[in-house]
């Protein structure tokens, strides 16, 4: 590279960085869930049970748990500037009869579909592809 062409691209490329500084810096960062515990208050368009059991818990950066409403689960969770998605789920096999089980299961494959999510106070929404309505979570530890 020439004389004439570095002394162009040093401050171009000092200019383009500081741009992309700029940008990020007007972006507030998102909240970390890491460390928060959340029960379920509704499935998209459905209250969950009475007395449900189901709930999220961010233990550390890049793992969930929880109780499906019979059954624990677990996995990874990807958490970036408002998208959030799970992977690597699996969970306990106790027997789960009626209500519980359809709730269990609608619950789990509905973490698995979700795309994005929102804090809004002590309430998180965590919105599913082909759910009109969010999952709606109330928190219950830090």
């Not at 992309?20 to 928060?36: F, H, M, R, Y």
């Not at 002590?122 to 082909?130: C, K, P, S």
Request: hydrophobic fraction near 40%; charged fraction near 15%.
């Amino acid at each position: 590279m020439s004389h004439s062409t570095s002394c162009f691209v040093r401050p171009f490329a000092w200019f383009a960085i500081s741009l992309s500084l700029a940008a990020c810096a007007g972006q507030p960062a998102a909240p970390s869930l890491t460390g928060t515990e959340w029960r379920l208050e509704a499935l998209g368009d459905s209250a969950v049970m009475e007395r449900s059991q189901a709930t999220l818990t961010f233990p550390e950066a890049g793992r969930v748990a929880g109780n499906g409403s019979c059954n624990r689960f677990f996995g990874s969770v990807r958490i970036t500037q408002g998208h959030i998605g799970f992977d690597q789920m699996g969970s306990t096999k106790m027997a789960c009869m009626g209500p519980a089980n359809e709730q269990e299961a609608r619950y789990l494959a509905a973490l698995q579909k979700a795309e994005r999510y929102e804090l809004q106070g002590r309430t998180l929404l965590i919105h599913v592809t082909g759910m009109a309505k969010p999952l709606r979570f109330v928190q219950t530890a830090p």
